[in-house]
């Protein structure tokens, strides 16, 4: 949907609504933009957000906002104007101080950041983190001064905090990471869905003490999980994550309001309310890639949670490509002028060295067509009229668009490309059929499957300077790398298997390297030493376990526990030469693959396994669990089911993934 769109249709929501419920509705739109925003929907939460200002234009809380998602952003001109008008209408806030303090910062502009947190310490004598703050800036303009005024060679953007807004990580409330993260097409646009088993997941801040939070669905309570506080934040607020598994496969399809409420001793504490379409789940045999599909499940004997716990884990090859097979037949879009597709044919040509078995078919328009059948890489041509209109739109009426549609689905493509930077032409996809959609600008059109984007800019007058041809090349290129590229094997000739005597290991000695650590506490599998007790029994392997401190209750003459640093070659020699390694998603584990060791990967759905999952060599071991992908953070307190993708990996299967590759 186009920010037109969507301010056209929340206008005549606005003035249908009586006066006194305006900045309900202004509330509900920031709240329903900062999902957007989360959700990285940047097109549709900027229209929201000023929607918003245009209906409760005396409401500070939402220009600050909107300013915060400019300034992450990086669009400092726009940033800037909001965060002043909220200072000017505060001028004594000193929380509003701060923030532009960290504004001017971040845009590289110290001597205004320096007078911002200067003001701030000033509103509020004795606040450390306005203070540090202040410090820092200082710092690089005394450094600043000594060198000159060479301000280029400083960086105050790479300077410690002033990330995330102090605002933000004060405000009491529902801080939602997952709802209704699907895409699908409803009600004619494609917007945010709920589908099958689904993840709710988020923390409440807050200074009372809830005890449980409730969902419902259009009034009605279908689940309740008790709040456990995970972390303090200072002046009496605390975290409290929440990981709701929910199966809307039984609830009818359409729109329904769904409602989280932290609920406390005396009542309700915090409420978050949203409209959100529930459409059919989808099929794990339609997408046995994703973790975060999980299917329907009905039974009087086990819950939900009991049944994803317990059912088996996932067990995938790593050398993989961003398809499951190689497409067979490709669309490519060029609906513009004659110099547009001129400028597509090495592109093209690219396109057909990538997928040389592909049947190619360009969809062109009268002005380009007949350039395009003269291009002998290309087998077909579609003709479409797409011309603009009297307002500057190019249009389709809903009659064209359904020729246009079933004349595409005959060649059941399984990949469709625009090569038009400009957004007018995006749509158009929708209509091939194909499961695979590929263009420019996948932060504004969420339901492509995956995104180019290349920007090169005149030092003057910031305009772009990289050709046409080369920037779509760049563009095929790209796909070719994620669909088609071989795994690298890397090894290295200077190392020797005697390298690793000191050990007890040698040249005639089989043995596997189990990896227990992690950078992330959280992240480290447990059952590395049920795994050890698994190799030692059953194989005839030499254990080696590389650990932080001995692993406790295991005693054998073929266990090998190594502990503290040691020199890298050493440790390379041991990666290379090892007959198995296994490991948590932790760099050991991209370095055996990288020179052929045959790699099980234990792999938490923090992340997903196609990404972070070793790419050259042996398995990747993950589970389905409806919240993959959640990419909590550093502490790891936003999980709210203890680490289930982890921790339910049985060292059994692991051991059979093991056994497979020996």
């Given at each position: ?178 709802l209704a993260a699907s895409m699908d097409r409803a009600r004619g646009n494609y917007r945010r869905v709920l589908r099958g088993v689904e993840a709710i997941h988020g923390f409440v801040v807050s200074s009372a003490r809830p005890i449980e939070i409730t969902l419902s669905i259009d009034g009605a309570v279908v689940q309740r999980a ?70 329907p499940f009905k039974s009087s004997d086990r819950t939900l949670e009991e049944h994803i716990n317990t059912a088996p884990s996932m067990v995938r090859p790593a050398p993989r490509g961003l398809l499951a097979r190689s497409p067979r037949a490709i669309l490519v879009q060029r609906v513009d002028q004659l110099g547009d597709m001129v ?320």
């Amino acid at each position: 949907m186009s920010g037109f769109s969507i301010r056209r249709l929340l206008r005549l929501i606005a003035l249908h609504a009586p006066t006194r419920s305006r900045w309900s509705v202004a509330r509900r739109l920031m709240m329903r933009a900062n999902s957007e925003r989360d959700a990285s929907l940047f097109p549709i939460a900027t229209a929201l957000y000023e929607e918003a200002i245009r209906i409760a234009p005396d409401a500070p809380r939402i220009r600050m906002q909107y300013a915060h998602m400019l300034k992450e952003a990086g669009d400092f001109v726009a940033a800037e104007p909001l965060y002043l008008n909220v200072a000017a209408a505060f001028p004594n806030d000193p929380d509003i101080a701060i923030q532009l303090g960290h504004f001017y910062k971040m845009a590289g502009r110290v001597e205004e950041a320096e007078a911002a947190y200067q003001r701030a310490t000033e509103l509020r004598p004795g606040w450390a983190e306005a203070r540090e703050e202040l410090a820092r800036v200082r710092s690089v303009s005394i450094a600043d001064d000594a060198a000159g005024g060479g301000s280029a060679s400083l960086l105050p953007e790479l300077l410690p905090g002033g990330g995330a807004p102090a605002q933000a990580r004060m405000r009491e409330g529902f801080f939602l990471r997952r709802l209704a993260a699907s895409m699908d097409r409803a009600r004619g646009n494609y917007r945010r869905v709920l589908r099958g088993v689904e993840a709710i997941h988020g923390f409440v801040v807050s200074s009372a003490r809830p005890i449980e939070i409730t969902l419902s669905i259009d009034g009605a309570v279908v689940q309740r999980a008790r709040l456990e506080p995970s972390t303090s934040l200072g002046d009496g607020q605390s975290k409290y994550p929440f990981n709701l598994w929910h199966d809307f496969s039984e609830d009818p399809r359409g729109q329904h309001q769904i409602e989280l409420q932290a609920v406390g001793p005396r009542g309700m504490v915090h409420a978050h309310r949203e409209l959100i379409d529930i459409v059919a789940p989808l099929s794990e045999a339609d997408y046995p890639r994703s973790d975060a599909v999980a299917e329907p499940f009905k039974s009087s004997d086990r819950t939900l949670e009991e049944h994803i716990n317990t059912a088996p884990s996932m067990v995938r090859p790593a050398p993989r490509g961003l398809l499951a097979r190689s497409p067979r037949a490709i669309l490519v879009q060029r609906v513009d002028q004659l110099g547009d597709m001129v400028c597509s044919v090495p592109a093209l040509q690219r396109l057909r060295a990538l997928f040389p078995e592909a049947r190619l078919v360009v969809l062109a328009t009268p002005a380009n067509a007949s350039l395009a059948r003269t291009l002998s890489m290309i087998d077909d041509v579609v003709v479409v009229d797409f011309s603009e209109g009297p307002d500057g739109r190019r249009t389709m009426p809903f009659a064209e668009q359904k020729r246009l549609q079933q004349a595409l689905e005959a060649y059941h493509f399984d990949i469709a490309i625009d090569l038009g930077e400009t957004a007018g032409s995006r749509p158009l996809l929708l209509l091939s059929g194909a499961p695979f959609l590929y263009g420019f600008k996948d932060r504004e059109f969420a339901w492509l499957s995956a995104g180019f984007e290349f920007n090169s800019r005149d030092p003057a007058n910031r305009g772009a300077t990289a050709a046409v041809a080369h920037k779509l090349v760049a563009m095929i290129d790209a796909l070719g790398e994620v669909v088609a590229r071989p795994p690298t094997i890397f090894r290295r000739d200077d190392l020797s298997p005697d390298m690793l005597t000191e050990f007890g290991l040698g040249s005639n000695g089989r043995y596997a390297v189990l990896h227990t650590g992690a950078r992330l506490p959280y992240t480290r599998w447990p059952g590395f030493a049920d795994l050890a007790r698994l190799l030692l029994d059953r194989t005839d392997l030499k254990v080696v376990i590389l650990a932080d401190e001995p692993i406790e209750g295991i005693e054998h003459d073929r266990l090998i526990t190594l502990t503290g640093r040691m020199d890298f070659d050493r440790f390379d020699a041991l990666l290379q030469f090892c007959s198995l390694f296994v490991g948590s998603d932790s760099g050991p584990k991209h370095l055996a693959s990288l020179r052929g060791a045959p790699v099980v990967s234990v792999h938490m759905a923090r992340l997903n396994w196609n990404e972070w999952g070793q790419e050259a060599s042996g398995l990747i071991v993950s589970r389905r669990v409806p919240c993959a992908g959640c990419g909590i953070g550093q502490d790891g307190d936003e999980c709210g089911k203890q680490w289930a993708c982890l921790r339910h990996i049985r060292a059994e299967e692991v051991f059979e993934a093991a056994s497979r590759l020996l």
